[in-house]
């Protein structure tokens, strides 16, 4: 290619590359036409985004754009699958691993979140934000849920005695 060329192509590759929160990094080397079209939109399916890049010019720009790291990770044919945010790494390595059985020739080959490597395996074993706030919230609550039963566990052992107390009375019987 050109240099200007080369330049446009790294131009967009640092606009849309290095500000990514979180990416897998996958190999599509193998898959026919249709097959490439399938995954797409499976990925898509989910909202995530495939982005074919040239090794090269993806890792000056990465380089110019002060992600050393991720850019030391592009070997081979290469293709950025990214979401809106950093889950999207967390979401695309979790989906890469469903597919597998489907689609045995993808080959993932790293990934990055807030901008640092991170092993796929990894990556496919981490929890989204809301599946985390979800488990703090439940980690939050429930301490408080065994204290308020405890706490209210001797008020009701006092109102049923109170109870029986008044019952006796009423009957004629002498409280105990």
Known sequence: MSKTLNNTVI?????????LEGGLLISLTGLSGEKDRVLRARFRERGLRVRVVKNRLAREALNRAGRRAIAGLLRGPTAVV????????????KLCAEL?????TVQVTGGFISGEPVAPDLLKSMKGRLETLSLLAGQI?????ALAACLAAPGGNIASQVEEVGKKQESGGSPA
Not at 11 to 19: I, K, T, V
Not at 82 to 93: F, K, L, R, V
Not at 100 to 104: H, K, Q, V
């Open 11 to 19: 131009g967009e590759y640092q606009r849309d590359l290095a500000s």
């Open 82 to 93: 990214y979401g809106a945010d950093e889950e999207g790494a967390i979401a695309a390595a």
């Open 100 to 104: 597998r059985r489907d689609f045995p």
């Open 141 to 145: 609550t429930g301490p408080g849920a």
